[in-house]
């Protein structure tokens, strides 16, 4: 007959713990481990085989240490939520810093609007990998290298590709004419 044991809630938080311990010091000793973190061997030692938990401030060195968050070290979220939620502060942060430079651009005056598209067309071509451009269809190097050539041709001929192709505003809203009535106010 065996015996079933009830495993506590502070059983179920060591084991996780000691798994995502395990596994954020992988190629790591045991004795390195705990000189970074601030802790004996002989703790890591018990931390690793679930006879011990570690205080609040010590898991927030690990934390530190790992470059893992507190949460996916005490089992509360998976790696794949953690780089989710990552991304999503990264994106956030990235959409922010746009809005401030789209703001900021809307007081340049017309030339030198000009002058910081042609630069953005330069570095955005120049950053396109060939996986980014199948990502992003009808955004190939290709394509950014024409519109920074077009970019780079004096005002009039710009004109004239436009008028020749239809063309009367780009995706932005913002057109040549536009451009240049801006300038003349």
Sequence with gaps: ???????????????????????????????????KCGVSETMIR????GDAFPRATTISKISEVTGKSIAWLLGEQSCDEVRISNKNVEEEQCDK????L???FKYLSGDRKIKVLQQVMHEVSSQ???HEAEQAPGVSPRVMNIALQISNLPRDKQKNILQEYGIHEHESGMTLSTLENKEAS
């Design 128 to 130: 396109l990998t060939k």
């Design 1 to 35: 007959m065996s015996k079933n044991k009830n495993y506590s809630f502070d059983d179920i938080e060591k084991v996780l713990f000691r798994e995502n311990l395990q596994k954020s010091m992988i190629g790591e000793t045991n004795s390195s481990f705990a000189r």
């Design 46 to 49: 018990k931390y690793l085989n």
């Design 97 to 100: 810093e746009l809005n401030l």
């Design 102 to 104: 789209i703001n900021l």
